[in-house]
């Protein structure tokens, strides 16, 4: 696979559930190292076994408290429910601060008629983060997804787009080359970190269109330059 920064020690906070897992799975079988975060260490630890034993996978991955994983990376993704992810974050804020952190955190409620996305006081998760952590550089991304085709062995994912929003050039660049990582096909810059207020809630159109058509949706853009550009457009 064609690397365009250097490998790199991803932590994924909320590790141990199946968007953390899935997003590391592939992270490290891409060569990546990945620390996989928990409240609970020795969760965590059982959980980077586990991922360790599925096909492909060229590097160690590790378990850890989410404090230390974000601490031994250089690169963070939040991998954990809207729900008591202001908390989390707060709690994490010294570690963050000067770190990448990549949030694919989609704020979604559910009721009798399916799926619909939150009203979030700072617009989205992603932006919540930013003020929890003004000293992080918080990137958009991994929204559409779907862990179970991470998690498969088997699942092609190079005909998803990975949709990528940020404010800072640079680090929105390297998000990109880590989605191409992850799903083998390419990211898209899809604009300023504030796009998250699209991107996160689109989630709940795919578990509609999931939920009637018994599959697992996922986004892929038209209309776009062949090939992609890699650059982002400042
Ligand atoms: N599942 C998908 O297909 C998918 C796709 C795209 C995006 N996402 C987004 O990715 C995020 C994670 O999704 P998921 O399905 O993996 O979620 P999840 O299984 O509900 O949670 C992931 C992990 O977060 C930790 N966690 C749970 N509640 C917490 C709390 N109140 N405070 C701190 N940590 C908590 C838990 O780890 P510990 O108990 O070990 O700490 C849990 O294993 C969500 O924001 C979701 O919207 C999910």
């Given at each position: 696979m064609d690397h365009h920064f250097p490998r790199t020690t991803i932590a994924i906070v909320?590790?141990?559930g199946p968007q953390g897992g899935g997003l590391g799975y592939r992270l490290a079988r891409a060569g990546h190292e990945v620390i996989l975060g928990s409240r609970d260490g020795d969760r965590a630890a059982q959980a980077a076994v586990d991922l360790s034993?599925?096909?492909?996978?060229e590097t160690t991955v590790r378990g850890d408290t989410n404090t230390l994983a974000v601490a031994n990376a250089e690169i963070v993704i939040l991998a954990v429910p809207y729900e008591g992810h202001a908390d989390l974050v707060g709690s994490l804020a010294a570690d963050l601060d000067g770190k990448l952190l990549v949030s694919c955190v989609n704020p979604l409620g559910f009721d009798r008629h399916g799926p619909y996305g939150l009203d979030v006081p700072d617009g989205s998760a992603a932006e919540e983060a930013v003020r929890i952590v003004s000293g992080a550089t918080v990137v958009g991304a991994f929204?559409?997804?779907a862990a179970p085709l991470l998690l498969d062995?088997?699942?092609?994912?190079?005909?998803e787009d990975v949709l990528v929003c940020g404010d800072d050039t640079e680090a929105k660049t390297r998000v990109m080359a880590l989605a191409a990582d992850v799903t083998g096909g390419r990211g898209v810059d899809?604009?300023?970190?504030?796009?998250a207020r699209q991107l996160e809630p689109l989630t709940a159109v795919l578990i509609s269109v999931n939920k009637r058509y018994r599959t697992r949706s996922g986004v892929a853009l038209t209309?776009?330059?062949?090939?992609?550009?890699?650059k982002v457009i400042a």
């Open positions: 909320g590790g141990t034993k599925l096909p492909a996978v929204h559409h997804l062995p088997g699942a092609d994912l190079s005909h899809a604009g300023r970190l504030r796009m209309g776009m330059p062949q090939p992609t550009p890699e």
